[in-house]
Each structure stands twice: as C-alpha cells, then as structure tokens.
C-alpha cells in the first residue's frame, strides 16, 4: 500500500544498510546518491574520523534538513546497531514529527552470511580488487590476510533482519536486494528505486535510462573515501589483560593505616604503581601449559572482535597502549591481604566474579594467585616478584616464608564493576 503525505511538510526516509563487509554498500548508495543528487545524500560509517555515538545519526538529520532521502551506509550487521540507530532518531531528532519520519532497510542478505561460500568468494575478491581504497581495510598495506580476518568477524556476529520483534520492526518497509551476482549493486540500484517509487508517493522519483544506471554505477565503482584512517591496532601486540583498579586512592589511604616501614619508603622513592591493575594473564604465560594458554586465548579473542568491530565504527582506541575491552566485560575483586617482603609490595585479591553487561559470566584467570601489585623498591625489580612472592607463601620453603610478611584485611573491602584492559607494547 502507498503511503499519502501532506505537501508542506512532506516525509523524510532513512535507509538503513543491513550488510557485511564487499556487499556493495557504498557503491549501491553512491550509485543512487549519483542518479538523484537534489533527492538523496549518502553518509557513511567509515568518513566519520572519531564517531561517537550519534555522530552518524547527527549526520543523517543534518542531511534530512535539507533533503528527503537519507542513506546511513553501514553494516548494521548487529541488532544492536540498528537499535542504537532507532534510539538516536528517538532521542535527537526535534524537527521531524515522528510520523512524518520513515525507516527503509537496504537488507543486502537473503540468508545468513555464514557458510555461504558463493559470497564469501565474491564479497573477498571485490575487498581484494579495492586495494587501498577504503578507509580502514588497507589491503596493500596490511594484508589480505588482515582484511579477511576482519570481514570473517562480521560475518560471524551478524544478526538477521527479524521484523517480528525489536529493533527490526521498527522498520516502515524492508527493500530484499542481494550481493550474490557480478553486478548485483547496478540490480540492487535498480531494485531500490522502482521499491521506493512503489511505495512512496511524496517523491519524485524520475525512472532512469539504462545508460543512468550504468553511468551512475561505473562513478559509484570508482568512489574514494574522503579521508584515510590509521588502524595502527592490528599491528600493536597485547602483553597482557588486566582488571584496572581505579580506586587507587582508596587503597593507598587504607595502606597508610598501618603505617608499614617498607610501604613508607616505596612512597618516598615514588616507587608506587601508576595505575593499580589485577593481570588476569600475560603473553608470556602461553607457553607455561594448555590452561594458561586457552586463557590467553579467551581474552585475545575477545579483544580481536574488539578490533574488528573497531573497524566499523572507527574508534581509533587502539591507537594507545591501553586499551579498554569493549566496556562491556567488568569484574568484582575483594581485597585479601597486603604482602611484602624486601623487594615488593601487593595485595592479594580474591576475584569474586566476571560480568558480561549485566549478567554473570566465566571467564577464566591465568595467574596462579591473583594480586595487586602496589610496588617495587629500586626499578631492576619488576612487578613479576609479587607473583613469586606469593608463591613462596603458600609454598614450603620455610626459609623463604620467613622473609615474607602480611596482614590480613579483616574488613569486606570489595570492588565492583571493574573494567577489564589489554596492554599493548
Ligand atoms: O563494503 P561495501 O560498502 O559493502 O562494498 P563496496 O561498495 O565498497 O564494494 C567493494 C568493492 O567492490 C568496491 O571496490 C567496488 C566493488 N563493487 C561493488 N559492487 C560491485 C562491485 N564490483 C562489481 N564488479 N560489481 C558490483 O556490483
């Protein structure tokens, strides 16, 4: 059925892409943007440096200000993420009366993209041929093999159209097209416009001539992002994952209630920690046994989605060597007992338990008895010696205990909610 709107205050349209990576995408919208500049403006994911949140839907209603039709061209491969468009409408747009505003889905993918080798193969190659010309995925520079370590990711998140439930019914109209044939984004072109001349009656959608289409393809093919973005990321290795411990404050005013000797003089040499963390594994650890290992993998792995989905939304985090995993992950420690001997400083802690947004997760710890390391008193001896110290603790050499002392913490002193980190080098 066809929508009926008013003269003055016609419509406005946001596509919204549902893709992943060689689909099509930006060509397909550039294409159309080409064929009706004054009618559609194409904005996209990856032209937007340091995103934020709303950035891009700031961008789309900048844009619906001055034309009708909207194409945020983005793999929306995760219900999140089209939730996240949805709300940002929601919450930022104050001109458009909410009826007048109308979501279109580009849904690039028929089926899921998972074990679908015909577009496996022919989304890579089309990567592969892009060379250099894309924003994040520098195939000359980085690899084939990065650009598919990348493109694997977001086919292994993505989440299908469902318009039954939330976000996805929320879309007005879906428009099926598909990325399977050699010039599927001059058909998908084709297909969008007759969809929306079917379905919208306040736009004046002029039927192109075959030579348009064509003409307008050919540009779209040649299409250079505007600007290049540096993903330094892939190339920066972690050294290790940690829980960060904010409340360093906190932890040094309780040390100072027991006015210890050694913690006196690791202040006066300014032998303190920087930032307080608990290592939940080191690289090094890998090669310890099969447990240490696949925890070093757990992490990595997360941190790897991590990356890839960076390379959607452009944050440039990894950019620093210590990096937040996607603030999603969070941990609860509980402070044990302060350790030291002649070299080091910590307090032991007990990790109560992980968190995945809100919900209780397992994630496994690499370190034999975790701990905080407050410091060390000259700097030839690393962090490291906490671990061995308290090794020697629960160990039975008698000799070595005796050099060791601690007091236990008798009050419930827990932490809740804390981030997890990796450090690069
Ligand atoms: O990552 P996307 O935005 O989904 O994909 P893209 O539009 O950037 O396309 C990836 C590359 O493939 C790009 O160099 C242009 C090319 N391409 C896009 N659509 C077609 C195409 N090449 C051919 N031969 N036919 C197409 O339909």
């Known amino acids: 059925k066809k929508l009926k709107f008013g003269k003055s205050k016609p419509n406005r349209y946001v596509l919204v892409t549902l893709a992943t990576i060689g689909c099509g995408k930006t060509t397909t919208s550039v294409g159309l943007a080409n064929l009706f500049p004054e009618l559609i403006e194409h904005i996209q994911n990856d032209n937007i440096q340091s995103p934020g949140k709303d950035k891009l839907v700031l961008a789309a209603l900048e844009v619906l ?83 598919e370590k990348i493109m694997r990711g977001f086919i292994s998140r993505f ?28 058909e998908n072109m084709k297909k969008i416009v007759t969809a929306l001349q079917n379905y919208i009656e306040d736009l ?4 192109p001539s075959e030579t348009d289409y064509l003409k307008a393809f050919e540009k779209a093919k ?18 290790y994952f940690a829980i960060d411990v904010p409340q360093k404050e906190i932890i040094m005013n309780l040390l100072s209630t027991f006015n210890i000797d050694f913690f006196n003089r690791l ?28 925890c070093w993998d757990t992490y990595s792995n997360i941190f790897k989605s991590d990356i890839s989905s960076f390379a959607d939304t452009k944050i440039n985090i990894p950019q620093n060597k210590r990096c937040l995993l996607s603030g999603e992950y969070s941990a609860d420690i509980k402070l044990e007992k302060v350790v030291w001997d002649s070299k ?13 947004r809100e919900k209780p997760v397992g994630l496994p710890c690499g370190i034999d008895f975790s701990h905080l390391t407050i410091g ?49 080098n």
């Not at 004046?204 to 039927?207: A, G, I, Q, R």
């Open 267 to 294: 202040i006066k040499g300014r032998r303190v920690q920087q930032d307080f963390h608990v290592t939940l594994v080191h690289s090094a650890m890998r090669k310890q046994n099969d447990m240490k290992r696949e």
């Open 204 to 207: 004046d959608l002029k039927t």
């Open 65 to 147: 200000s001055r034309k009708p039709v909207v194409i945020m061209d983005k793999n929306n491969h995760k219900t999140v993420e089209r939730k996240q468009i949805f709300d940002g409408f929601q919450r930022l747009n104050s001109t458009i009366p909410k009826s007048k505003l109308k979501f279109i889905c580009l849904n690039f993918l028929q089926k899921p993209p998972k074990g679908d080798t015909e577009l496996w193969n022919i989304t890579k190659e089309r990567v592969y041929n892009r060379g250099d010309s894309h924003q994040s995925i520098k195939v000359e520079k980085d690899g084939i093999g990065n650009a």
């Open 344 to 356: 080091v400083m910590c307090i032991q802690v007990k990790i109560v338990g992980f968190h995945l």
């Open 376 to 424: 060390t008193i000259d700097k030839s001896f690393p962090p490291v010696l906490s671990g061995v110290m308290l090794k020697h603790l629960y160990g039975s050499d008698e000799k070595e205990k005796s050099k060791i002392q601690e007091i236990k913490l008798s009050e419930e002193i827990v932490f809740t909610r804390l981030p997890l980190y990796v450090f690069m």
């Open 159 to 186: 989440q299908p159209l469902n318009t039954s439930v939330e976000p996805d019914c929320n879309f007005d109209y879906i428009v099926e097209l598909d990325a399977h044939q050699e010039n599927s984004s001059l």
């Open 222 to 239: 040649l299409y250079k992002p505007t600007f290049s973005k540096k993903i330094s990321a892939t190339k920066r290795k972690p050294v």
